[in-house]
């Protein structure tokens, strides 16, 4: 049996790492978030790490950013078997960024879509990367 882990490396952590996400990366939409992304050198054993963002702007309340983070962390490690590294070189990784744009709080279902919908936007866009 399969098992759904979301461990620290998955996670992209570093001051300098995340700035270098911010500047030099792409972007597109996937309702509830924005993702941002960028191809670096392998920095460890999983070929893609996360980051997730709940902006104060859009959610006052601590409480309801840290349920949209849960929710959020939830699906994409519940879901990250859909990436398909195949685009990818051998001593490439991918660092992603889902920004939460909604000013309202999401149900899971809808923030299960919205991270799907990224999952397979990101695995389009590497293969249409490689064919180039």
Known sequence: MERF??????RVTGEKRIEALFTKGRS????PFRIVYL??????SMPLS???SIPKKR????VDRN?????????YRLNKHLFLP?????NEHLDVAFI???????????????????????NHRIEERKQC
Not at 5 to 10: G, V
Not at 39 to 44: H, M, N, P, V
């Open 5 to 10: 882990r979301f461990t620290k490396k998955e």
């Open 28 to 31: 597109f939409m996937s309702y």
């Open 39 to 44: 191809e670096t050198a392998q920095y460890g």
């Open 50 to 52: 996360i980051l997730i």
């Open 59 to 62: 959610v006052k309340s601590a």
């Open 67 to 75: 349920r949209m983070k849960r929710l959020g962390r939830e699906a």
């Open 86 to 90: 195949n685009g990818l070189a051998e």
């Open 100 to 122: 939460y744009v909604a000013d309202k709080l999401s149900d899971y279902a809808t923030v299960e879509k919205g991270i799907r919908k990224a999952i397979k936007e990101l």
